[in-house]
């Protein structure tokens, strides 16, 4: 275990500070957040996990104020598929391919002549 990234007071960092793996309960990152159905409810973090010497951080959020995520309504669905389907249609021969169409060509491989 490295004590250097133990300061639950904060007085070092700008947030409480532990090292990875021991953090207090009651505490979770977003990516544990997500996993439990919840986000963080527009609260900002509250401490902070480093490791890696300090080159990788994570920011801890409390669970008591998490909220459950949001769930797209039926119109905000179709809208993404839409959209999601425009960006796999040919703009010169119109045709949905089963990949995006590169941004940089404007239209599917075929009709560039790109790679085969």
């Known amino acids: 275990m490295t004590a250097t990234f133990y300061?639950?007071?904060?007085t070092a960092e700008e947030f409480p500070t532990y090292p990875y793996r021991l953090a207090p309960d009651g505490l979770?990152?977003?990516r544990q957040l997500r996993a439990a159905?919840?986000?963080?409810?527009?609260?900002?973090p509250v401490a902070q996990i480093l490791w890696r010497r300090g080159k990788?951080?994570?920011?801890?959020?409390?669970l008591d104020f998490a909220k459950p995520k949001r769930v797209a309504t039926?119109?905000?669905?179709?809208?993404?598929?839409?959209?999601?389907?425009?960006?796999?249609?040919?703009g010169v021969c119109g045709l949905v391919q089963p990949y995006y169409i590169?941004?940089?060509?404007?239209?599917?491989?075929?009709?560039h002549?790109?790679?085969r």
Request: glycine residues 14%; charged residues 30%; hydrophobic residues 25%.
């Open 7 to 10: 300061d639950p007071a904060g």
């Open 28 to 30: 979770a990152t977003r």
């Open 37 to 44: 159905g919840l986000r963080p409810g527009g609260h900002e």
């Open 56 to 62: 990788r951080i994570a920011y801890l959020y409390r």
């Open 74 to 90: 039926p119109a905000q669905r179709e809208a993404i598929a839409k959209a999601l389907r425009a960006r796999r249609t040919c």
């Open 102 to 111: 590169p941004r940089r060509y404007g239209c599917c491989l075929d009709c």
């Open 113 to 115: 002549g790109g790679p």
